[in-house]
Structure formats: structure tokens, C-alpha cells
């Protein structure tokens, strides 16, 4: 049995409904928003190439020719690191013929570093700036300017050591939309921070699936009842009121936990983790920040650490996710940092195994016939901000045309 589908023009006016009401009366979006190929289609041209993307931290791509290769809403792209030390988003697409030069099949790593980019076909090669460098037997092209044949690029900034990408290209800049977030994770300065872990999941889920997941702390009580919840109860979270761009929560230790910290923070000592992050004021110390800048960008501040994820929307029913831990430079000189790293890598990945389960599950269940949209906790406030966000994002697009 089938339910009826909702039109693109009908999830639209079901989303600007759910958004208008009170925190009080929050229902779920329509299931269309997570399932549905005709509204991710909507939602990648009004909301997600109309954002910023965050695709990469600096320590990523520390040297010249540094490059990370990935696919952002059907764009074959380059993240890499110029001679002149700017971090570039690059299309891969040849100006010559159009192929990618970069293809998976061509064998060549995600990542690596490539001073200078070769396409295979005809061997058109192109300086880690997008300038073309060098093009076979083309003296006899009449009118034919080197200078004019460069890989296209797309507009990026860099926002806290973070390089984020915007494809529509007149997205706000970030140090405006992000003004306010940049001034509460100022402590951790994260543009000098390193990623020190990085671990890649191909998701089975809408992307909203795990921005939500993400942001939400009602679900500690559930899935997370034996580990986080032990520490950061459910109850005990809250949202900041609503920003616009950005979302933030806090997840504050519970009386054993914060007893535990206070200790440590007097002394300056590390916990179970890497050495802390010199400078915190205690009361950032005693709680997890968690963020979600809009649309998708996740982070979360604790005392040693910061932990990012990357989350590249692929349909509306796909994502590719990297969760990654950033350290202080001081953390990484201790002597026991090997173990240390070895341990909380196991932590990252069991930390994230819950909700990867509890995220497919909603998946399954939002493609069933017999989905009805739910009712909100007070503690899933954040999931009515996400709300607000899609509806304010899909006001200023165009309408679809209909769905087929
Ligand atoms: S398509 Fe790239 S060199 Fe011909
Ligand atoms: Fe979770």
C-alpha cells in the first residue's frame, strides 16, 4: 500500500504551516521532506547551493598542492591549496572537452597532493590555482588565450579555520551570518586547532535525518540511555533562543560529572581525554556546546576537544558523513597523544554508531505508508528551528515546477 504523495507546491505550504506554529504545538515535516526526489531537488537549489557547505578544515590541507576530491550536489569538486597558500574550491570539470578530471576511475586517491592537475584525456594540465598550464598541439587553435581556459571555481570562504563553500555564490558572507557563533566557540580558537581524526560513513538517510539527530539531546534518554545520558541527561539540555543561522545547545554534566571536572579544572588537569584547551572559562568546562550552523554544518565544543562533522547531501535518501576530532597543537606534543588519539577514536566511532543505527531506522520508517507526522518534545526545540530555517530558506526560492 502506498500513501498519497504530497505535490513539491504541497510539502511547501505544509512546511511554512509547521514552521508558523508555537514551539508548544511543533509537529513533524510532512515524510515528502525526507523521501521525496522532487522536493531534495527543490531543497538543493533553494537551500543548500543558496548556503555555505563546510567542506574542509585548514589542517587538512597544510601544504601546497594539498587537495581533497568530492562530489557537493551533482558538482564534481577540488577543495586544494595554491602555491600562493589560498584554499581554493575548484570545479573538476575540464574546460577542454568536460571530462572530471579527477574521476574515481581514473584510480587516484580522495585525497593526496597534486601540485599540478593533469586531466588523462588529452593531458590538458592546470596549476593548483585553476590556471591552465599546459595543452597539447593546440598552436594551430585559432584565437586560442591560455588565460581563457582555466577550471571554473566556487565561491568559498574560510570562517573559523573552516572552509566552507557556497555554490549559488550569493549566499551572505559567513563572518555576517555566522557573527555570533564565531564569538561563542572563540575559546577554542579552532583555526589553530588540527584534525586529528577523521572517520567516513556512507549514509542511507536524508540529510536532515542527521542534522537532527545531531542537535537533539531528547534522544540520550532513548538510544544513548547507557552512555551519554549517564553523564548529560536529556533533561537536563537546552536550546539558546532562536538565531537565524545557527543553532545552539547546551548539554550541561550532571552533578557526579561536574564534580569530577571542577577537580580537574582546578588542578588544569586532563581527564580521560587529550590535554584541555588552555584558557576555557569553567562554566564552558561543565557542559558539551553543540551547534548546527545552518544548513548543516555540525560542531561541538568540549573541554579538550572540538568534534566536527561533514555532511555532503547527496539525494533524498543519501549523505556522505566524515566525523572528525580537532586537538590543540599542545595536545598533540603530549607523550601519551598516540594512545590517546587510538582510544578516542574508538570513542568517535562508538559514539556515532548509536545514532547511525537510530538515523536508518527513521529512514525505513519515513518511507513506510503509514507514517504520520509526530508531536514535539520541549526538548527537541531545535528540530522546530531547523523547521524555521527550511521555511525562511524555501520563502525566497522560486516554487518548484510540479513534481513528476
Ligand atoms: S577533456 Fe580534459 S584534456 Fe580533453
Ligand atoms: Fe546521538
Not at 97 to 117: S, Y
Not at 220 to 231: A, D, Y
Amino acid at each position: 500500500m502506498t500513501r498519497s504523495v504530497l505535490s513539491v507546491e504541497e510539502v511547501r505550504k505544509a512546511v511554512f504551516e509547521a514552521a508558523e506554529l508555537p514551539l508548544s504545538r511543533a509537529i513533524t515535516l510532512p515524510p515528502e521532506t525526507y523521501v521525496d526526489p522532487g522536493f531534495f531537488a527543490h531543497e538543493a537549489d533553494a537551500v543548500l547551493s543558496r548556503g555555505w557547505i563546510c567542506l574542509a578544515h585548514v589542517s587538512q590541507l597544510k601544504k601546497s598542492g594539498d587537495y581533497l576530491r568530492l562530489d557537493l550536489l551533482g558538482e564534481p569538486v577540488v577543495v586544494i591549496r595554491g602555491r600562493d597558500g589560498e584554499i581554493r574550491v575548484l570545479s573538476r570539470v575540464c574546460p577542454h572537452r568536460g571530462a572530471d578530471i579527477l574521476h574515481p576511475v581514473f584510480g587516484g586517491p580522495e585525497e593526496g597532493n597534486e601540485p599540478i592537475l593533469v586531466c588523462p584525456y588529452h593531458r590538458w594540465s592546470f596549476e593548483a590555482d585553476g590556471a591552465l598550464k599546459g595543452c597539447p598541439e593546440m598552436q594551430k587553435a585559432e584565437g586560442f588565450d591560455k588565460k581563457d581556459w582555466r577550471l571554473s571555481s566556487f565561491r568559498s570562504e574560510i570562517w573559523q579555520g573552516f572552509v566552507f563553500v557556497n555554490v549559488s555564490g550569493d549566499a551572505a558572507p559567513l563572518a555576517e551570518l555566522y557573527a555570533a557563533f564565531a564569538d561563542m566557540i572563540a575559546p577554542w580558537d579552532t583555526a589553530e586547532m588540527e584534525v586529528v581524526i577523521e572517520l567516513k560513513w556512507d549514509c542511507d538517510f536524508n540529510w536532515k535525518v542527521m542534522v537532527e539527530n545531531w542537535i537533539e539531546s531528547y534522544h540520550h534518554l532513548g538510544i544513548h540511555h547507557q552512555t551519554l545520558n549517564t553523564s548529560m541527561p536529556a533533561a537536563m539540555t537546552w536550546t539558546d533562543p532562536e538565531q537565524g543561522h545557527f543553532i545552539r545547545c547546551h548539554l550541561p554534566f550532571n552533578k557526579k560529572t561536574t564534580e569530577k571536572v571542577m577537580e580537574a579544572a582546578a588542578k588544569d588537569a586532563a581527564l580521560d581525554g587529550f590535554k584541555p584547551v588552555a584558557g576555557l572559562p569553567l562554566d564552558r568546562q561543565l557542559e558539551w556546546g553543540l551547534y548546527l550552523g545552518l544548513p548543516c554544518f555540525m560542531l561541538l565544543t568540549a573541554r579538550d576537544r572540538v568534534i566536527w562533522y561533514r555532511l555532503l547531501p547527496q539525494s533524498e535518501g543519501r549523505c556522505a558523513l566524515l566525523t572528525t576530532t580537532l586537538v590543540t597543537r599542545a595536545a598533540m606534543a603530549d607523550p601519551d597523544f598516540a594512545e590517546t588519539v587510538a582510544a578516542e577514536t574508538t570513542m568517535l566511532r562508538d559514539f556515532h554508531l548509536e545514532d547511525m543505527q537510530v538515523n536508518a531506522a527513521m529512514q525505513a520508517g519515513l518511507r513506510s505508508s503509514k507514517v504520520v507526522r509526530g508531536r514535539l518534545s520541549h526538548l527537541e526545540e531545535p528540530i522546530w528551528h531547523i523547521q524555521r530555517y527550511l521555511a525562511r530558506s524555501l520563502r525566497v526560492a522560486e516554487p518548484a515546477s510540479p513534481s513528476v
